[in-house]
């Protein structure tokens, strides 16, 4: 992947709105039939069975789905996968197909792109079991401070969203505090600009948008080549 570094990156999304100064990973889900196109060098994608289509698919459908993708060079990222308490069919439902389409991430050497609503404990717990060698990241994660160390801690990067922008949310209280080599912002499926992301967290931070644009990026390569 070569990608300059004066560019903003939208970590996460599920539109392809895409600028000329920006580049993006667009979510796939993988139960959807049209699941073939191919990346540019401003569009990337990820794909996986969201925790609330967990029983859509069996794991013979998911593997068959995941090699198409793989052997065309399709995806970067396995994602988003994951647990959700809020929505979805049962947990033991969610946490197998979790549990599995992170095995075929690290089979296929793909970082994991995680969706995670009141299930960090359980997602934390998943990484020390299976002890994978790709990277983790929690996207639109508005957790506490406590839990956001933790996972860092535990090799996991967050992916932040439009939280950020609220004086009031969890995340606001310590956004500072976070290490900048650790972090990604995105827009998910929220009508918000990535670049007025950026500005709010320059400012909240105290750095400069270009460096923050240069160090996000350089997060990716870290992310997607460690």
């Not at 990156?9 to 667009?26: G, R, V």
Request: glycine share 4%; aromatic share 10%; net charge negative.
């Amino acid at each position: 992947m070569n990608i300059e570094q004066d560019i903003y990156l939208n970590f996460h999304t599920h539109k392809q709105k895409l600028y000329d100064d920006e580049i993006i990973i667009h979510n796939l889900f993988l139960q959807d039939e049209n699941l073939i196109t191919h990346n540019g060098n401003k569009i990337f994608f990820s794909a996986g069975l969201h925790p609330w289509h967990a029983d859509l698919l069996t794991k013979d459908e998911i593997v068959t789905k995941f090699e198409m993708l793989v052997n065309n060079q399709v995806i970067i990222a396995v994602g988003e996968i994951g647990i959700d308490k809020l929505n979805g069919p049962e947990l033991e439902i969610q946490s197998k197909i979790f549990e599995y389409q992170a095995q075929l991430a690290e089979r296929y050497e793909l970082p994991l792109i995680i969706h995670s609503v009141k299930a960090h404990n359980e997602i934390l717990k998943f990484r020390k079991t299976l002890k994978p060698e790709k990277p983790w990241v929690i996207h639109n994660f508005n957790g506490s401070k406590q839990m956001a160390f933790n996972l860092i801690e535990n090799g996991f990067y967050l992916s932040l969203g439009h939280c950020i922008t609220n004086p009031n949310s969890r995340l606001s209280s310590y956004l500072n505090e976070l290490p900048l080599t650790k972090i990604f912002l995105e827009t998910d499926d929220y009508d918000i600009d990535i670049k007025y992301l950026y500005l709010v967290l320059a400012q909240k931070i105290g750095k400069s948008e270009r460096s923050l644009r240069k160090q996000l990026i350089n997060n990716l390569r870290n992310f997607l080549y460690v």
